[in-house]
Nanobody
Framework: QLQLVESGGGLVQPGGSLRLSCAAA????????IGWFRQAPGKEREGVSC????????NYADSVKGRFTISRDTAKTTVYLQMNSLKPEDTAIYYC????????????????????WGQGTQVTVSS
């Protein structure tokens, strides 16, 4: 299984920013399309953003478009999610996972058979 580790969450005021990181221990991510998902209390997990293995394709949920940016580092070891202009409704546990493909409709993005969900990182947006 491809186990990824998320980090970078925290408590931030509305309008603030956070950068989440997604990394794998011991190997690079350049062969894998990666998706960021989130799950708020009492709600189903939803796709937030994704990036193709080459980095040439990125997609976003409508709720975060224009505020969040997904990227890969040049060493291909880490995928980032830069989150700006955060809102209370962005509060959730954020997860990254290997996905089948980075599709335009985030609702159709799904993990591969060997992608497994990690612990996630908590993001809380509150004044």
């Amino acid at each position: 299984q491809l186990q990824l580790v998320e980090s970078g969450g925290g408590l931030v005021q509305p309008g603030g920013s956070l950068r989440l990181s997604c990394a794998a221990a011991g190997f690079t991510l350049d062969d894998y399309a990666i998706g960021w998902f989130r799950q708020a209390p009492g709600k189903e997990r939803e796709g937030v953003s994704c990036i193709s293995s080459s980095g040439g394709t990125t997609n976003y949920a409508d709720s975060v478009k224009g505020r969040f940016t997904i990227s890969r580092d040049t060493a291909k070891t880490t995928v980032y999610l830069q989150m700006n202009s955060l809102k209370p409704e962005d509060t959730a546990i954020y997860y990254c996972v290997n996905i089948v493909a980075c599709l335009h409709n985030m609702a159709t993005v799904s993990p591969t058979d060997f992608g497994s969900w990690g612990q996630g990182t908590q993001v809380t947006v509150s004044s």
